[in-house]
């Protein structure tokens, strides 16, 4: 089995403050893992994935994430944040079927 | 331009008269799938499809069907909906498996009444 936890449901950051979204998994086999962004009335779009190799990885829109395998974590971070970044955003994660499961996800608020 | 293209964005019906939401892909994609998104919840797969003719249940199967006749299409549908199958439903595809990561289309969003 596999499962995702996003940890808070919302989160808020002032424009240009650090941004950093947690998400840890469980699966029974090196994972692969996902974030996902979905803007308001808009479809889910690919960040950034992990599947094998560097375990720090570079998405769009200047966001990262690092796979730390010890800790079972995959948290997304982005140095400086933009009133753009507002959005929801959905970790998942593909375990030993390499189906998708996702997270609840995280509303990020952007305050100016 | 790549994309998935769902139909139609909004949708209002009446409990119990059928309904079909349609996916397309131009992608050339073999796996497909449904997913329907509740606040709190996130995502939950309904439908899963690997590629024509092939089709599975995903964790929330119930009150829904699929077909794959067609490698580009992927429809949804509902044949007595319910109050409870009020939400946002998103089509998606990728590459081979989910592994690649989805293409997601721009969401339905449905209301039985």
């Known amino acids: 089995a596999q499962s995702v936890t996003q940890l808070g449901s919302h989160v808020s950051v002032s424009e240009g403050a650090l941004v950093l979204l947690r998400c840890n998994y469980s699966s029974s086999v090196p994972p692969y893992l996902f974030w996902y962004v979905q803007y308001p009335n808009q479809g889910l779009q690919l960040l950034l994935k992990?599947?094998?190799?560097?375990?720090l990885v570079k998405g769009i829109n200047g966001f990262e994430a690092e796979f730390k395998k010890s800790e079972t974590s995959f948290h997304l971070t982005k140095p400086s944040a933009h009133m753009s970044d507002a959005a929801e955003y959905f970790c998942?994660?593909?375990?030993?079927?390499?189906?998708?499961?996702f997270g609840s996800g995280t509303q990020l608020t952007v305050l100016p | 331009e790549a994309q998935v293209t769902q139909n139609p964005r909004y949708l209002i019906t009446v409990t119990g008269k059928k309904l079909t939401v349609t996916c397309s892909q131009n992608?050339?994609?073999?796996?497909m799938s449904w997913y329907r998104q509740d606040p709190g919840l996130g995502l939950r797969q309904i439908y899963y499809?690997?590629?024509?003719?092939?089709?599975d249940k995903g964790d929330v199967p119930e009150g829904y069907k699929v077909s794959r006749k067609e490698k580009r299409n992927f429809p949804l549908i509902l044949e007595s909906p319910s109050p409870n199958q009020t939400s946002l439903y998103f089509c998606a595809s990728s590459f081979r498996t989910e592994a690649n990561g989805y293409t997601f289309g721009s969401g339905t969003r449905l209301t039985v009444v």
């Open positions: 992608m050339n994609h073999e796996y």
């Open positions: 998942a994660v593909a375990g030993s079927a390499r189906q998708l499961t």
């Open positions: 499809s690997m590629n024509v003719e092939v089709t």
């Open positions: 992990y599947t094998t190799g560097a375990t």
